[in-house]
């Protein structure tokens, strides 16, 4: 997985740039976003492997419907249909986001909570984190009852865990030492 990150940053880097000047974040996200869909495919990713299949064939199949051929993006994947590259996708779709959000102050973070956040906790949690970080938040919720109560807060370069299970944990930790 490490290699194939270190391989896709080049093309998600090469990406994101034509998005940025273009003005084009969404648009790019969505294309990204399917045809990273369609590399994931075991099938398709059992045709990139095959030298009978052409790079414009494997670009139509990665292409969204009604994108046209000669598009900026259509451009791109044929780019990477012609290095046998359309399998880093995945990885290229989730590095591009990555960069789109670091480039409008966005930070992605992951909060898994006992119970299920409602609006209200949802909208004050932003709020905090917020404030703690000076940049957007984009939430991405889970539950897990296994917490006991409580959440744990991942913002990939910081854990928080105010979970009753980590607290129970670093209390028995100090205990055992």
Known sequence: MAQSVTLARPYARAAFELARDAGAFD???QALTFAASVAAD???????NDPRALPAELVALHLPQGMAADAPFARFLAELAEYRRLGLLPEVAALFE?????????LLVKVTSAMTLDAAQTEQLKA?????FRRDIQLETAVDPALLAGVVIDTG????????RGRL???ASDLAH
């Open 157 to 164: 370069n910081e854990v928080i865990d105010g979970s009753a």
């Open 98 to 106: 990555q960069f789109r959000r670091e480039a409008e102050s966005q």
């Open 128 to 132: 905090s984190l917020k404030r703690r």
């Open 42 to 48: 075991p099938r398709v990713a059992a045709l990139g």
């Open 169 to 171: 944990a670093r209390l």
């Open 27 to 29: 648009a790019w996200s």
